[in-house]
T-cell receptor
Framework: EAGVTQFPSHSVIEKGQTVTLRCDPISGHDNLYWYRRVMGKEIKFLLHFVKESKQDESGMPNNRFLAERTGGTYSTLKVQPAELEDSGVYFC??????????FGNGTRLTVT | AQSVTQLGSHVSVSEGALVLLRCNYSSSVPPYLFWYVQYPNQGLQLLLKYTTGATLVKGINGFEAEFKKSETSFHLTKPSAHMSDAAEYFCAVSDHGGTSYGKLTFGQGTILTVHP
């Protein structure tokens, strides 16, 4: 089966610009998660979709971050406007209920 | 709130030597426990997990981990390191059941270096 796909793999933007990250989960996986690793820190949970609904968005840092999941398929994570502290690696993961997460390779975001 | 502590951000071993990566957790109830590995330029891959039952869990690539409730630990071991084991390893926990299963709390990661 195809794995979790994320793109772009790298993105370099200037402070104040907008960036949209995309995640394509494994087909049939209702659960989709976003995680982030800021340099030197641990990987942290951002939010969880079940199909197209946000189940838990308690990890979203602030209202500059907007996540959507169209029709319960792919998901996007938009950062607008980006700040320096948003730099890091953004991971997407998907799973079936009560099954381990399958992670994508991540998007490395650099805000200059 | 849950927390995970991985002792040692960097561990270096010789090829053929024992690998021991330490993980302790803090949780009000015994959580589900996971070890993930990340090879360079790749995503996280599940090595093994503990949910219920036998406390010694065997995973892929010869790794195993033992859940010790009294010590709140879930250390990862491998009897003989191989060069291909060089990677970053993450211990993680989640709450039991329901939609919290995939909401993981990670440790800070341990980079394993294997010397010839």
């Amino acid at each position: 089966e195809a794995g979790v796909t994320q793109f772009p793999s790298h993105s370099v933007i200037e402070k104040g610009q907008t960036v949209t990250l995309r995640c394509d989960p494994i087909s049939g996986h209702d659960n989709l998660y976003w995680y982030r690793r800021v340099m030197g820190k641990e990987i942290k949970f951002l939010l969880h979709f079940v199909k197209e609904s946000k189940q838990d968005e308690s990890g979203m840092p602030n209202n500059r971050f907007l996540a959507e999941r169209t029709g319960g398929t792919y998901s996007t994570l938009k950062v607008q406007p980006a700040e320096l502290e948003d730099s890091g690696v953004y991971f997407c993961a998907s799973s079936q209920l009560y099954s381990p997460l399958h992670f994508g390779n991540g998007t490395r975001l650099t805000v200059t | 709130a849950q927390s995970v502590t991985q002792l040692g951000s960097h561990v270096s071993v010789s090829e053929g030597a024992l690998v021991l990566l330490r993980c302790n957790y803090s949780s009000s109830v015994p959580p589900y426990l996971f070890w993930y590995v990340q090879y360079p330029n790749q995503g996280l891959q599940l090595l093994l997990k503990y949910t219920t039952g036998a406390t010694l869990v065997k995973g892929i690539n010869g790794f195993e981990a033992e859940f010790k409730k009294s010590e709140t630990s879930f250390h990862l071991t491998k009897p003989s390191a191989h060069m291909s084991d060089a990677a970053e390893y993450f211990c993680a926990v989640s709450d039991h059941g329901g939609t919290s299963y995939g909401k993981l709390t990670f440790g800070q990661g341990t980079i394993l270096t294997v010397h010839p």
